[in-house]
C-alpha cells in the first residue's frame, strides 16, 4: 500500500484503508471485472476494476441466503 492508503490500478489510484498503508496485500481475480482483496491470508474487500472502486464482501449470513 501506499502513500495516503492507496494502490495503484492501471496507473490510477484506489483507496482503500490508512490502516494498511505500507503492507503489502493481494488481489486474487474473481473474474473479468472484479478481485478479491486480500491482507495476509485474510480476504477483507472486493475491488471493482471498471469503477475502481472498493466494496463490502458479502455476509456469510447473506450468502447462504441465495444457495
Request: charge should be negative; aromatic fraction near 12%; proline fraction near 3%.
Amino acid at each position: 500500500m501506499r502513500e495516503r492508503g492507496a494502490f495503484s490500478w492501471k496507473h490510477q489510484d484506489v483507496f482503500l484503508s490508512e490502516t494498511l498503508i505500507g503492507e503489502r496485500i493481494g488481489l486474487q481475480a474473481i473474474d473479468d471485472r472484479y478481485w478479491l482483496v486480500q491482507f495476509a491470508a485474510f480476504p477483507i474487500a472486493c475491488f471493482d476494476s471498471q469503477q475502481l472502486i472498493i466494496e463490502l464482501l458479502p455476509d456469510e449470513d447473506d450468502a447462504d441466503d441465495h444457495d
